[in-house]
Structures are given as C-alpha cells and as structure tokens.
C-alpha cells in the first residue's frame, strides 16, 4: 500500500503536466486503493499499478520489478571498479557481442576482437542480462541492459577480467584480459564518478572522426572538442560517434551544436516542466564548422544524445546513421519502492524543434545501419562506412 | 499664484535642490507685520467679498516646456469653499488627490489608493487653495514677514507662512501688493518648487495669476490657468473621492484594509539603510558560495558592480568551470566553457528586485507599472504583506514579500528572462549585514525552476575602490563584437 501511495503521490507532484492530461487522478487513486488492498500478490500488485500508470498514456512511466534489480545492480556478483578492459559492448540479434575493442587497450591486446560474442563475464553467464533483454521491450531498457553487460565488464585494476567469449566458429574461448583506467575521472553533482574518454582522428577517407563517452567534463573535454573541429576545417565532414554514448549534461548538446550553426537563434528544442519551458538555444561559435556533419547513434545512445542529434537532424544540419536511440531524453528518474520494485517516472516533457517527441520514441537515424556480427568479424564498422561513404560522396545527402 | 503644490509633489520625479538667491538684507525693525502684507494682497487682488463670494472653482491646468512645444502637465482641479478638492493628473502621469469630508486622499495607477494621515493629511486639508489668500489668518496664523528681497527687479517682502512641515515662502511686491513669487522649502533648506507671476488675469472681480514660470530643480516650464471657472460644480459629486478610495476607505474603517504597496516599498528603502544610503551606492564587491543544496556542489562567486553600468560576475561551477557574464557599459557579454563567448543584451533594470542595485531599489517608480498589495501571508513563521509589481512594459509580474515586523523584504518571486526562455525565480532574503550604513543581503535561498541554491556572502565590500579594468571586455568579447555592431549598445 505504501508504495502505491508513493507511485501516485509522485506522479502528482511531479508529472510535467500538473492536470494529468486532464485526468482525475483522485479519483484513480480511490478507485485504485481498494483493488491494491485486496492484491494477493506483488505481480497482482504491479498488474494495478501498471494500469492505473497506464491512463497517463505516456511513456517512461514503468514499475521495474525488484527481481529484476538483482543482475542489474553492481553489488553481489558484478565487480567494483572502473578500470576499462577496452571493450565495448553492442545487444545484437539477442546476443552480448563486443562492438568495439579500443585500439592498444588490454582486450585487443589479448585477442579480443569485435564480433565475438560475450559468454560469460567473471565467471558470470551473461544469459540472465540477455534474459532480460528480451523481456524488457523498449529501447531505454536494452540501454540498462547494455550498460550493465559494460559495467561487468569493467572492474579494479588489480583484478584481470576473466572473459569467455565464442570466436567467429562459435568455439569457446576464455582470455584473461587486464583493466587499466581509461580516460578522465570526473565529478559532477551526485552522479557517480565516471571515466569520460575523448578521441579524435582524421579517417582514411578524409572525414573527421570525434567520438566521446558522456556529455560531461567540459572544462577539458569542449577546449578539445574544439581544437578537433578546427583541426578538420578542410575536411569534407565530420563523423560524430555517439553510439553508446548515454548523455550527460543537458547544456552541452547546445555548446556542441554551436560550433556546427552558424545562424542565431536556433534551438535544438524544449523541454517543459511544470512551472517553465526551456529552449535548448545554439549559441553559435565565433568559428563555426560548415562542412557535412554525421552523427552515429545506436540503441545505447540516449538523453543529451538524442536533443544533439535529433535537434541538429530537424535543423537539417547533422545527417544521423545507426539505430534508433534509447528515447530516454528526458530528466526522467528511477526510484526504490517500499516493496523493492523500481518506478520510473520523468520531470518534463521535451520536444525537438520540429515539435518530435524524444521519449519513448527515441531518435530515427536517416540512414538505419544495423550492425552485424559477422561485419564486425570481418572488420567492418557498417555504421561509421556508411557516414563516410555519404561523406564523400559529393551529390550531398 | 494658487496652491498646487501638493498635487505636483507628486507629478514629477525632480525634487533636486534650488537655491533661493538672497538679494537684499532684512531689517527687522522696518519690517511689517504679516498681516498688513497678507491682507494687503487679498485687497489688491478683488478684496475679502470678492474672493468669499464664491462657493467652488475649477480650473484647468497646463505645463510646458520654455519653448511651448512640449505638453509636461495637464490637470484638472475643482475645489470647494468647505475646503474639499480634487485634483485630476492627465499627465506626466495620471492620478488624482484630493480631501474629502476631511478625509485626505490620493490614487495612482501606480500603488491605487491612499489615505493620506499625520503631517501628510495635515497638509492636505492646508491647501484648501480656493481659500488660502482670503483665510491665510487661519491657515497660517503664525506667519511672518523675514526680509525684503528683490525679485525680479522688484522690492518685495519675504513673508513665512507657518505653521507648515514644508515651509511655505511668498514674495509681495512693496510697490503694488501683488504675489510676486512662491517658494516651497524643505526642513533642511532646499527649495523643492518656486513659482514666479509672469501674467495676471481678472475674472468675476478677481485678479488671479495666468502663468507663472515654474522651477523644481533643474526642471523649468510654464504654468498657464487655461481655464478657471466659479460656482459651477456639481456638489458633492465633483470633489466627492473615486469608488476605488471609498471601497478602501471602508476596508480601513473595518480594520482589513491592507497598507498602500508604494508605503510598504518605501519602508523596505528606510529600513534598510535610507534613500540617501542607497544614493551613496557605487560600487559593489560581493564574494561568496553557491551552494546548489540537491546536487552536493558548492560554487565560488564574485560579483563586481561599478554602479555607471559595468560589472563583471564569475561563478566557478565544479565540472562545469568558470561562467562569467559582464559589461562595459556598451557591451555585455558572457562566456562559459560549455556554450562558449558571446555577446547579449545588455542587462537592463526590470523593478522586479532581481538586483541590488540603488537604481533599481530607489528608482522603483520609474521602472514599474503597478504595485499592489494583495494579502498578508505567513511565510517560515514571518508575517509578510505580498505586494504584486507589474514591470513597466506590463510583461512581467512579480511578487514580493514584505515582513510586517521588519519591514524588510522576505521574498521575490519573479520569472526571469533568460536567453533559455522564462525560469521561474524565488529568492528569500534570509539574512542581512549592516554594511556602509545599508542592510545588505548575506544569505539568500534560491529556488529556480525547482532547484534549491543557497547564496552566503562572506565578504561584502560597498564603495571600495575597484580596478577599473575587470570591467574591460575579453580580447576574444571584443573581437565578437567588432565583427556585430549588433552588440554594441
């Protein structure tokens, strides 16, 4: 009873429309409070709250059950620490496959390869994770599996990473692979520490290439990002990777977008909470980037991900390739239950600036790339091939 | 030369000194007394009948630049021989004044209606002008003749009118016993208004002056009587108060009325140091932290303030570094490592007490439509008076909280424009510091838009000497606005 009483007592404070789309939701609560008192079961219990949830109409509004917290959280099993392996990982076709082995890191050099399949994690199968991900349809929660599959895989230093992976013949292999700490350690407000990493390089096709895990640390991470579009003012485009990439502070997707518009008054979107309504303004930069712009997205990337890209998309500035993103761009929050299950519920509502609602819908790339594990065997990045390819291609878009 | 002094106290906003020239010594024992100057005018101007005979008077009004192409006051005022009047304002801002049933009143769109009480209603029911030339034995019993000065080129005697908390001064002519000139001074020696005859007009057997020159401060302009007319009114409708002040009147007489906005903005100004406190204000130095109480981060700050228009701001955000916004006077800027230097309108004084600045504290009238008080509400234990102020353009509103024991303003609650768009703003002064004879505020809660911050000033220097050149735009603020003229204002 308690924790129905805080599921509706939150969705009434906080909902970003203070009348509930016109609902009465008192009298949802009365009509509710008998049938939960009567509940015979927490599933009974959840089936109610998801469907007294439900009249809201609206997505991210969730009871997570409190077993399925269990191989999510990072106590029990999953290791401590955050020294990188160098692997990052994608969902494909239900499988945990290594997307990316970052070049010189301790997983390349112990042989892991992208397009290997993930198996087991510190003596810990994955299959549960992936259990979950097929139960949990939406792309915000195949996010919060992924990064929980990329939480596991990082650790403390001292401790190698036992990793049983199954190679391109589907053989079983274990690899003992080291961490070591990878980018900067960065505070920010009560988020958790984070690693933020940071790399920029010109591609062999001429484009630019800048890619970077979280929207945070900008004292050091926006003089970088500069330095890197100035360094490609004579290529052809740039190539922004955010694939993976789950946001982060909220103002940095307008700093980025300034240095790619050079027209005042340009915003990338709203975000309307209940007593105001926020424009992401652009404040374009004293130099500004014109060449062509791709952004790379996937089903990791999510929040500060999505206003950037889907604002710059509507604006017609950025081209975007990969996946649908997460559809998680708002300040939503996740809270404990009495009864141990999760509620998720958002603060405000956001819309780009063509009016496109982000949440629940996420971002749909222009050109759907869908990565492969046989691609990624091979060596290829589909995604980042098919930005490079529109590149240089000089008819445009 | 008739009484309007009360009504254009409230006309115009100069109220600077005007020093009365000294031409001639007196010689006390040559002096007359007061009543042979004051009775002698009556006489030269129609006579005791004449001025007695009539029972009310309208007159309009008009005040204009020297050069007569600009229309500075229009009004209308219609008095009656109980003593009641009212005084219509057109312009510069429309209002009205009067007494009433003994009852002293006045109403602007400013700050609505007022009773007026103490020395203020004192006055009022004083300049009664109808009467006053012909009743100055009742009016001012105790005046007195103090010199022979020229005016004008003409001898003329200085005669005091007492009692009055603004001492009223008047100049008769020794050659024909006409009202030469009229002074209003200040307890403190400062001419607030004078009034010199320039031309007379005869009317019903009266001898009245047409135009006079009008000085208040460095303000000069032409009075004309466009019209005056006698014993035309329609009593007591035409000199009866607005229902607005009787609807309030009533409120008073039930004991819920609450107090006049513009008295509960006043006291604030008194209570925190003093409109000359305030007038005193120059420069700001303010350091301190920022707290932001949901996030666990503490910020530095510093804000710099010149007081002619620059000031430069920092805030040093962990993992968000330094935001800094600033002007030179004719740029204004901001830069921060996220969104990068740019340059911004300028920031302007909206009224709505989102800045300490003595402008926008004592200058409120100028920079605000309306003040209302709208109820008395108990905030954190404090009984406060919330005032409603509507922002010149009429689009902004604040409201403010006024605590009923201190005087001091509680809270602000404002929408802010940003260039992200209006974010709801609630400050809440909860502590003050006695600085430069001004109670500063030290300790401020701040809700934006939902989030808390809490902002302890440790340091508060108030007229120090500031190195001019924090004021000095950033090479890359002065580039941005080399290449946009735009931004230059």
Redesign the interface.
Same mark, same amino acid.
């Given at each position: 009873m308690d924790s129905f009483e805080q599921v509706w007592r939150t969705v009434r404070d906080r909902h970003p429309d203070p009348k509930l789309n016109g609902l009465d939701w008192q009298a949802i609560h009365d009509i509710t409070k008998p049938r939960i008192a009567k509940a015979q079961s927490l599933d009974e219990v959840r089936a109610i709250l998801s469907e007294m949830l439900s009249r809201l109409s609206a997505s991210h509004y969730a009871i997570i059950p409190g077993d399925l917290y269990k191989p999510l959280s990072d106590s029990g099993t999953a290791p401590d620490g955050d020294a990188s392996s160098g692997i990052t990982p994608m969902l494909i076709d239900g499988k945990a496959v290594v997307g990316r082995v970052e070049p010189g890191s301790p997983a390349a050099r112990a042989g892991v390869k992208p397009g290997m399949v993930l198996d087991s994690i510190g003596g810990d199968s994955v299959a549960p994770l992936l259990e979950l991900s097929g139960k949990l349809k939406d792309q915000e929660s195949q996010r919060i599996v992924q990064r929980s599959v990329s939480r596991r895989l990082n650790g403390p230093a001292a401790e190698p990473l036992q990793l049983d992976v199954l190679d391109e013949n589907g053989a079983k292999k274990h690899l003992e692979v080291e961490r070591q700490p990878e980018g900067k350690l960065?505070?920010?407000?009560?988020l958790p520490q984070q690693r933020v990493t940071f790399e920029a390089r010109a591609l062999a096709s001429g484009a630019g290439y800048i890619r970077f895990n979280e929207f945070?640390? =900008? @004292?050091s991470m /926006? =003089?970088r990002f500069?330095a890197a579009v100035k360094s490609f003012a004579k290529s052809p485009g740039i190539v922004l990777d955010l694939r993976g990439n789950p946001g982060g502070?909220g103002?940095?997707a /307008?700093?980025i977008a300034?240095f790619f518009i050079h027209q005042s008054g340009l915003k990338l979107g709203?975000m309307k /909470?209940?007593?105001?309504?926020?424009?992401? @303004?652009i404040?374009p930069? =004293?130099e500004t980037y014109a060449g062509k712009l791709a952004i790379l997205v996937d089903a990791g990337s999510a929040s500060t991900t999505e206003i950037l890209a889907q604002g710059l998309q509507d604006l017609g500035r950025a081209r975007i390739f990969g996946t649908r993103t997460a559809g998680a761009a708002l300040p939503s929050d996740i809270v404990r239950l009495p009864d141990g299950d999760g509620f998720q519920y958002a603060q405000a509502s956001y819309t780009s600036d063509k009016g496109k609602v982000l949440e629940g819908n996420g971002v749909t790339p222009d050109v759907e790339v869908r990565q492969t594990e046989g691609a990624l065997l091979a060596g290829h990045d589909l995604v980042l091939e098919a930005a490079e390819n529109w590149i240089s291609t000089p008819a445009g878009r | 030369m008739k009484q309007r002094k009360t009504g254009f106290r409230r006309l115009l906003a100069a109220s600077l000194l005007f020093a009365a020239g000294t031409l001639a010594a007196a010689r006390p024992n040559e002096l007359p007394p007061a009543k042979a100057v004051l009775d002698r005018y009556v006489t030269v101007t129609g006579g005791d009948a004449a001025w007695h005979s009539r029972r009310t008077e309208h007159e309009e009004i008009e005040g204009r630049s020297l050069d007569g192409k600009d229309v500075l006051l229009r009004a209308g005022i219609s008095l009656t021989r109980q003593g009641d009047f009212i005084s219509n304002v057109q312009l510069p801002e429309a209002g009205s004044e009067g007494v009433y049933k003994g009852v002293a009143w006045s109403w602007t769109p400013l700050s609505g209606p007022r009773i007026r009480k103490g020395p203020d209603r004192d006055e009022a029911l004083r300049a009664r002008r109808m009467l006053e030339e012909a009743d100055w034995h009742s009016l001012y019993p105790k005046s007195r003749v103090e010199a022979i000065e020229t005016i004008n080129g003409k001898p003329c005697y200085r005669v005091a009118l007492l009692p009055s908390p603004e001492q009223k001064t008047e100049w008769f002519d020794l050659a024909t016993g006409l009202l030469e000139k009229r002074s209003l001074v200040s307890s403190g020696g400062a001419v607030l208004e004078s009034y010199t005859v320039e031309t007379w007009r005869v009317q019903d057997g009266l001898r009245q002056p047409a135009t006079l020159l009008a000085e208040r401060g460095d303000l000069r302009y032409r009075l004309s009587i466009l019209r005056v007319s006698y014993n035309d009114l329609h009593l007591p409708d035409d000199v009866r108060y607005p229902a607005p002040v009787e609807s309030y009147l009533n409120e008073q007489r039930a004991g819920v009325a609450l107090p006049n906005a513009e008295d509960l903005i006043e006291r604030h100004i008194f209570e925190s140091g003093g409109a000359t406190a305030y007038e005193r204000l120059k420069t700001q130095r303010i350091t301190g932290t920022l707290n932001f109480l949901s996030r666990n981060m503490q910020a530095r700050t510093e804000t710099l303030s010149s007081g002619d228009g620059r000031y430069y701001q920092w805030v040093d955000i962990p993992g968000l570094g330094r935001q800094e916004e600033g002007s030179d006077g004719r740029v204004a800027w901001e830069r921060s490592p996220v969104l990068g230097p740019r340059a911004k309108p300028r920031r302007n004084l909206t009224g709505l007490g989102l800045t300490m600045d003595a402008a926008e504290v004592i200058g409120w009238r100028y920079l605000v439509r309306e003040v209302r008080t709208e109820a008395i509400e108990k905030l954190d234990g404090h009984d406060c008076y919330r005032v409603r102020v509507s922002s010149r353009n009429g689009s902004q509103t604040a409201l403010r909280w006024y605590d009923r024991k201190t005087g001091l303003l509680y809270r602000t609650s404002v929408s802010a424009k940003t260039a992200m768009g209006d974010v709801p703003t609630v400050l809440t002064y909860q502590a003050w510091r006695e600085v430069e004879g001004l109670k500063w505020p030290v300790q401020i809660h701040m809700a934006v838009s939902g989030q808390e911050l809490l902002f302890t000033a440790d340091d508060v220097q108030l007229n120090s000497r500031l190195d001019d050149t924090v004021f000095d735009l950033p090479d890359e603020i002065r580039k941005l606005a080399a290449d946009d003229p735009a931004a230059q204002q």
């Open positions: 960065v505070t920010f407000g009560n945070l640390d =900008p @004292v /926006m =003089p500069e502070i103002i940095m /307008m700093g300034g709203e /909470m209940r007593d105001a309504t926020l424009k992401f @303004v404040f930069r =004293p | -």
